[in-house]
């Protein structure tokens, strides 16, 4: 099975920027996702295959930008603005079949094992 692999996680200040990776990103809907032990898994971002509309959770909307290199078979999550709630284990997923409901996590098939972003304050 395929594995997917983030890179670019790390520690960052309020008002930083960080750039995340994800790859093979593959020709399916992918989406990235972040982990609390407070809050659990919860959405992020989604990029939709072949047409790249984009969705976006609302406390990232304007600050976090979803992206791929179909060339490189590359997912990005460019960051910005980076707050300490922002915080959490990043983890990239495809949906492979192509599920309606990118916010569900439970239609993606593929995880990456995660990059731990933190914010300090």
């Known amino acids: 099975q395929v594995q997917l692999i983030e890179s670019g996680g790390g520690l960052v200040q309020a008002g930083g920027s960080l750039r995340l990776s994800c790859t093979p990103s593959?020709?399916?809907?992918m989406g990235w996702f972040r982990q609390t032990p407070e809050k659990g898994r919860e959405f992020v971002a989604a990029?939709?295959?072949?047409?790249?509309?984009?969705y976006y959770a609302d406390s990232v909307k304007g600050r976090f930008t979803i992206s791929r290199d179909n060339a490189k078979l590359t997912l990005y999550l460019q960051m910005n603005s980076l707050k300490p709630e922002d915080t959490a284990v990043y983890f990239c997923?495809?949906?492979?079949?192509?599920?309606?409901?990118?916010?569900?996590?439970?239609?993606?098939?593929?995880w990456g094992r995660g990059t731990q972003v933190t914010v300090s304050s």
């Open positions: 997923a495809a949906n492979t079949q192509n599920t309606h409901g990118y916010w569900f996590p439970e239609v993606y098939d593929l």
């Open positions: 593959g020709h399916t809907n």
């Open positions: 990029i939709t295959w072949p047409g790249g509309s984009t």
